[in-house]
């Protein structure tokens, strides 16, 4: 009996021994003769089922968090919608984007600051950044237009493509051509009228009275009608002038022979006897037009430092064509501004003016082609100390005639394949905006003599009034956002991939 009583204990000090929260001393000290617990082993924790629970707890924590994590980086700020959208989600046609903040006349002028390069001396070289991998050399030519050479600005595959872009688009014949080609000059009178029939033509209710509002509501500047440019505003200053503020048929008289006799004895011919024989075409640069068209409205950008809102809402690339024995005579890209007048880009944003003209307040000239003989870029006055008209007249000679007189001009560029020229066509007011027109800008295009001549001409148009050409961009901007609300919805049913023109 006894000997069993001792297997058990022993048995039971083994048991005890695998217990980890039972010191091993107390079934030593314990008396043989003191009553025993019964401890049921299921009500004890082992060691293996504490591993086994503290590794589903640790799983289920890590679950957790790679949850979270999953949601957090799937619903980046982007995906994030605000909870008017998340309500209106069922309608189809797509919500219009929030109008952008509306640029204050006040601010207009520091908003859109033109920013002018500056050229240091002739034959400075400094470097500009266009492209990401390489920095181009920009080489003053001159002060008087301030002008700049950039070599390389385009690469052979582009200047090939904007020529092939020209080509498939189709090229028109210049409007303006030399006597002898079988077409008027587009600046010449149609008509042979009478100083009599003008007046009665312009004095729109027959009082014998001419006021400023009947000379401007009859005139245009590019119609090739009547009345040229020039003598309108040889009629508007005559009309200043008079203390009553009206002409009588002999005011106007006196004032419209002087017109015609200014215009008639004008040396330089700028702009009634303005000739050139080449071909052109314009090549949308806008978004859907091709990609080296858009690079190259981007590069302008880059190098112009101007707003890009300018460069965007300017004119289409013109691509002219020079075959052997076409030129252009000296002219200006732009014209002088005049309190009567309203520039052409910017004549939507509420100017009834009926006299437009061209406000491009600088120049780059892509040479896209070289030529074997001839074509150079003449600017017969750059850098003179003085600037006369009469001047333009040396012995008889006229300088504006690029046939006869090329070699003369002061300036002269050969063209050369990728070369961009760059030249500000105004001044500047001083103040960070457009001033008056540079004469120095006097520019032509000398005879082709022997191959063919690619170029192309980038215009940023500036409306001289700083007001006007914010308020013109607001308005763009507001029908912008207002047409590509509903564009949108169509997209998918539309070719959006096509490019509006060539």
């Given at each position: ?391 333009l007249d040396q012995d008889g000679v006229d300088l504006t005639d690029t046939q006869q007189t090329c070699g003369r001009g002061n300036l002269r560029m050969k063209p050369t394949a990728g070369t961009a020229v760059l030249w500000y066509n105004h001044l500047s007011d001083g103040r960070g905006w ?69």
């Amino acid at each position: 009996m006894e000997d069993s009583e001792e297997e058990f204990i022993e048995q039971e000090e083994c048991d005890f021994h695998d217990l980890p929260l039972i010191s091993p001393y107390n079934a030593s000290f314990r008396s043989p003769r003191s009553p025993r617990l019964h401890i049921e082993r299921s009500n004890v924790c082992s060691r293996a089922y504490f591993v086994v629970v503290m590794v589903f707890f640790h799983v289920y924590i890590l679950n957790v968090i790679a949850l979270l994590l999953y949601v957090h980086y799937s619903n980046g700020p982007g995906d994030l919608v605000p909870l008017d959208q998340v309500l209106h989600s069922g309608s189809r046609l797509p919500q219009p984007a929030p109008a952008a903040p509306e640029v204050r006349v006040e601010e207009t002028s520091h908003s859109f600051s033109l920013h002018r390069m500056e050229g240091i001396r002739v034959g400075h070289i400094q470097k500009v950044s266009l492209l990401p991998d390489r920095t181009h050399k920009m080489k003053t030519l001159s002060l008087k237009p301030l002008l700049f050479e950039i070599p390389g600005f385009l690469s052979e595959e582009e200047c090939r493509m904007v020529v092939q872009l020209a080509q498939l688009k189709g090229l028109m014949d210049s409007q303006s051509t030399a006597p002898g080609q079988g077409h008027e000059e587009s600046n010449q009178p149609l008509l042979a009228l009478s100083t009599e029939e003008v007046f009665s033509l312009l004095d729109l209710n027959q009082d014998g009275l001419l006021q400023k509002h009947e000379i401007v509501s009859h005139s245009r500047s590019r119609d090739g009608t009547w009345l040229s440019p020039d003598h309108l505003r040889q009629i508007l200053t005559g009309l200043e002038v008079c203390a009553t503020g009206m002409l009588t048929l002999g005011d106007f008289t006196r004032v419209y022979e002087v017109s015609q006799h200014s215009g008639q004895q004008r040396s330089g011919k700028l702009h009634s006897h303005f000739k050139q024989t080449n071909k052109y075409t314009w090549l949308f640069q806008g978004p859907g037009s091709h990609h080296v068209l858009q690079t190259l409205q981007r590069r302008v950008i880059s190098l112009t430092r101007l707003p890009a809102s300018l460069v965007e809402l300017s004119e289409p690339l013109q691509v002219i064509r020079y075959e052997q024995g076409d030129f252009s005579n000296a002219h200006y890209d732009s014209s002088p501004s005049h309190s009567e007048t309203s520039c052409a880009h910017t004549r939507l944003a509420g100017n009834t003016s009926a006299l437009t003209v061209s406000c491009r307040y600088l120049t780059v000239l892509f040479y896209l082609s070289s030529v074997d003989d001839g074509g150079e870029t003449t600017f017969p006055v750059a850098d003179n100390r003085t600037y006369d008209e009469q001047a333009l007249d040396q012995d008889g000679v006229d300088l504006t005639d690029t046939q006869q007189t090329c070699g003369r001009g002061n300036l002269r560029m050969k063209p050369t394949a990728g070369t961009a020229v760059l030249w500000y066509n105004h001044l500047s007011d001083g103040r960070g905006w457009m001033g008056e027109l540079d004469e120095y800008s006097l520019h032509g295009d000398c005879p082709v003599r022997r191959g063919v001549k690619w170029l192309a001409n980038s215009w940023v148009d500036v409306d001289p009034d700083h007001h006007q050409q914010a308020h013109y961009q607001r308005l763009v901007a507001q029908r912008h956002r207002a047409k590509s609300g509903i564009e949108e919805h169509y997209q998918s049913l539309s070719h959006s991939d096509l490019h509006q023109d060539l």
